[in-house]
């Protein structure tokens, strides 16, 4: 099944919510890190509680794989198992590796994350646009042969991201990140699935609500992943212009705030950082159901 459509029906069986599996060790509860051998058995562990917590509640998670490669072998062996069982409980896993290169080297980084089987064939992958068209042409292959996804960055959460993104680009008179959002628009034509959502989705913030406005107009075939939510400050009206009228097209991504619930929600021991993960997910999930009631 089309890419775009699988998740479009995860999101409206369960909700908008992608869990972000960004383990950093040092707040992994500590008697995770006592039980286990190695720091990527413990990142396992973890990773399975939360797993085990959410997955009949949201559709998708997204290892950020910055948080695995740093430990090395051992890190990637905790991605790969992490990867297998987010699957396993019928979960959709998005790699969030921010990928580009070009030729056979991005043929290779598609063939790593895009296939269909391997250590970390993932469902869908985040893609960063700088190279043009030649960086992102290897990616958008791998989704049509093997009904995967890409996410291509095109409003970041961070502060600084206009620096670039928000410069004016003479000729078009429009912003870097609009004209991007136009590239990204037109490549996904070709990956429309029946719910008239492309596998070709965007990266949107929710710290940037006026941008994502615009790019939703510019934009109408493509689903936004919109980091920021929680930690990095935004709330459900932030994320509003994400939505189309009738509720759909993004998946807003919580990390830290589901994670490690436990440590601000005081009625739950570190023990119980799983429950506290998924009382986290009823919150969100009742904040954004308020934005169409």
């Known amino acids: 099944m089309n890419f775009a459509d699988r998740l479009i029906q995860k999101i409206k069986a369960t909700s908008p919510i992608c869990?972000?599996?960004d383990p950093r060790f040092e707040q992994i509860p500590q008697h995770i890190r006592d039980d286990a051998p190695t720091p990527g058995a413990a990142i396992f562990d973890f990773n399975k509680g939360i797993i085990d917590a959410v997955h009949d509640l949201v559709p998708a998670v997204?290892?950020?794989?910055?948080?695995?490669?740093?430990?090395?072998?051992?890190?990637?062996?905790?991605?790969?198992?992490?990867?297998?069982?987010?699957?396993?409980?019928?979960?959709?896993?998005?790699?969030?590796?921010?990928?580009?290169?070009?030729?056979?080297?991005?043929?290779?980084?598609?063939?790593?994350?895009?296939?269909?089987?391997?250590?970390?064939?993932?469902?869908?992958?985040?893609?960063?646009?700088?190279?043009?068209?030649?960086?992102v042409k290897p990616f958008l292959e791998n989704c049509k042969k093997h009904d995967k996804g890409i996410f291509i960055l095109v409003k970041t959460s961070n502060k600084s991201s206009g620096d670039l993104q928000d410069r004016e680009v003479e000729a078009e008179k429009l912003k870097?990140?609009?004209?991007?959002?136009?590239?990204?628009?037109?490549?996904?034509?070709?990956?429309?699935?029946?719910?008239g959502y492309s596998s070709v989705g965007a990266v949107v913030g929710a710290t940037f609500p006026e941008e994502a406005k615009k790019l939703r107009e510019i934009m109408p075939n493509t689903i936004f992943l919109v980091p920021g939510y929680g930690a990095?400050?935004?709330?459900?009206?932030?994320?509003k212009h994400c939505f189309k009228a009738d509720g759909t097209g993004a998946l807003v991504n919580n990390s830290r705030?589901?994670?490690?619930?436990?440590?601000?929600?005081?009625?739950?021991?570190?023990?119980?950082?799983?429950?506290?993960?998924?009382?986290?997910?009823?919150?969100?999930?009742?904040?954004?159901?308020?934005l169409h009631e």
Not at 76 to 95: D, F, H, N, P, W
Not at 181 to 195: A, F, P, T
Request: hydrophobic share 45%.
């Open 62 to 135: 997204k290892p950020q794989l910055a948080f695995y490669e740093m430990f090395g072998l051992d890190g990637l062996a905790a991605l790969s198992r992490t990867i297998q069982y987010a699957k396993e409980k019928g979960l959709i896993v998005i790699a969030d590796g921010k990928r580009n290169d070009i030729g056979t080297s991005a043929e290779a980084y598609a063939h790593a994350y895009l296939d269909e089987v391997g250590d970390f064939a993932v469902d869908a992958l985040t893609v960063s646009p700088y190279l043009g068209y030649d960086g």
């Open 257 to 290: 705030g589901i994670l490690y619930a436990y440590e601000h929600m005081k009625q739950f021991a570190p023990e119980q950082y799983d429950q506290a993960a998924r009382a986290a997910v009823l919150e969100m999930k009742k904040d954004l159901a308020s």
């Open 176 to 195: 870097v990140f609009e004209l991007m959002g136009h590239y990204v628009e037109s490549w996904g034509q070709d990956l429309i699935g029946k719910e």
């Open 19 to 21: 869990v972000g599996l």
């Open 232 to 239: 990095q400050g935004a709330g459900a009206m932030d994320v």
